[in-house]
């Protein structure tokens, strides 16, 4: 039997920067545009919008109620149930690609119950043209996200920084510190997102 091809999408790193009149409008267009529509229409989700200080360090987040279906005792995510935040003060680009980040976890809940950054979640991601390692044309600090910024420093050719501990720092527009700490026996510098359980390193993360 041949291997079936993996599909690409059309445009790997989406860079899509159009603007939005609401939320639901917005929601409404991706969910078009980018999940054919199978996803569940703006006026069974409830969208808000979150403040910097609100978010407590998320660009966007997803909450949903979970019902059982099939013999195996299948989730999948009830109507009416889901709940988006997203943070205001973005890029229209930032934002689109938070609100599909939040849609794709949603999509990937009513293919395989789960809401979890796996296989299946990633694969929807590239699917709609934003990977795992998703770049902006010309992407600002306050642009990277978690995996953005764990993509620069893992493809960095490492620059090390004279930077003093403690010197104010941003990932993902978030206020960051660089520490010293211990990475595989080798002692950096790294620009440690404050309320985020991950560690970036700073070989390319510009000070603030």
């Keep these: 039997m041949p291997r079936r091809k993996k599909t690409r999408p059309a445009i790997r790193h989406r860079q899509d920067n159009a603007p939005y009149a609401t939320l639901p409008a917005l929601y409404d267009e991706l969910n078009q545009a980018l999940f054919g529509g199978r996803l569940h229409p703006s ?5 808000e919008w979150r403040t910097l200080a609100q978010s407590r360090g998320f660009l966007g ?3 949903v109620k979970w019902g059982y279906q099939g013999l195996g005792n299948k989730p999948f995510p009830l109507r009416g149930s ?3 935040l997203i943070r205001s003060g973005m890029t229209d680009r930032q934002t689109r690609k938070t609100m599909a980040h939040e849609m794709a976890h949603l999509a990937a809940a009513m293919e395989d119950g789960t809401m979890r950054h796996n296989a299946t979640f990633w694969r929807i991601m590239a699917e709609i043209g934003y990977p795992k390692d998703h770049r902006f044309i010309g992407e600002t600090s306050e642009e990277m996200d978690l995996w953005s910024a764990k993509s ?3 493809d960095a050719v490492r620059i090390w920084r004279k930077v003093a501990p403690n010197t104010p720092c941003k990932v993902g527009g978030i206020p960051a510190v660089f520490l010293e700490a211990q990475r595989r026996g ?4 790294i620009c440690h997102p404050l309320g985020y359980p991950f560690w970036i390193e700073a070989d390319r993360i510009k000070a603030a």
């Design 82 to 84: 889901t709940h988006i």
């Design 43 to 47: 006026s069974q989700v409830r969208l």
């Design 186 to 189: 080798t002692k950096v510098r």
């Design 61 to 63: 987040k997803i909450h």
């Design 152 to 154: 620069v420093s893992r």
